[in-house]
């Protein structure tokens, strides 16, 4: 049974982006896939303070605070979901204060042995759900390719994209049907596995 954790970054509770995550989780279980779901904005949290100590003697990161459990679960999940808004042309300050404590996955080694950058295992597979209010789909196309490519050194060996422009008020996705079937597709294909990882490789 493929493990399918998910974090919604949104301050809306039932925003775009958790009901575009939330299409793709309920097909994904459906289909057999155990999923767990954490709202990041409901969690208390700091985000990494540099003190490396995941580069000295600790194998995890020693804040202990609302992300350890999170950090933990994705440690051993097949796939993560990461959900957010656009915010400023970014991710929103919950979501990268979550991405940001996970270097403590990065080895000590991590810059200079590429073969043993992460501690995770490897083969997992990153999926984004992305919801911007501007129209325009150029914009803020950078988000994804960055991420996935900090991702892949951590074991997310393969990325998908959901991504919903033009959605602004609570309630936009909802009214968009090619969204929340592809959005369902991807859930059924990520719990499958093999097909989702055949088409990013
Ligand atoms: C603080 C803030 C910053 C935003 N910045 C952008 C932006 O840079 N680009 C954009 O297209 N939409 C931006 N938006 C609009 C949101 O991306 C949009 O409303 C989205 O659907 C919200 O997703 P949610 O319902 O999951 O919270 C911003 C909204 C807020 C509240």
Known sequence: MRRVV???????KSGNSAQMAGALCTSAASAGAQVTTFTLNALAYR?????L?????AEACVLKDGLTPVLEAVRTCDVLVLATPVYFGEVTAQLKGFIDR???????????????????AP??????????????????TD???RYAYFFNWL?????RLLRACKVYHLGDALKRAEVLDEARALGR????????EAATE
């Open 6 to 12: 998910c974090l919604l970054g949104s301050p809306r």
């Open 102 to 120: 996970c270097y403590s996955y990065l080895t000590p080694d991590y810059a200079f042995n590429k073969e043993k950058r992460t501690r995770l």
């Open 47 to 51: 985000g990494c303070q540099g003190c």
């Open 143 to 145: 988000i994804f390719p």
């Open 53 to 57: 100590a995941c580069k000295g003697k």
């Open 123 to 140: 083969g997992k597979t990153l999926c984004f759900v992305i919801a911007q209010g501007h129209p325009r789909e150029d914009l803020f």
């Open 189 to 196: 294909e990520l719990a499958a596995g093999s097909a989702a």
């Open 155 to 159: 074991g997310f060996n393969h990325s």
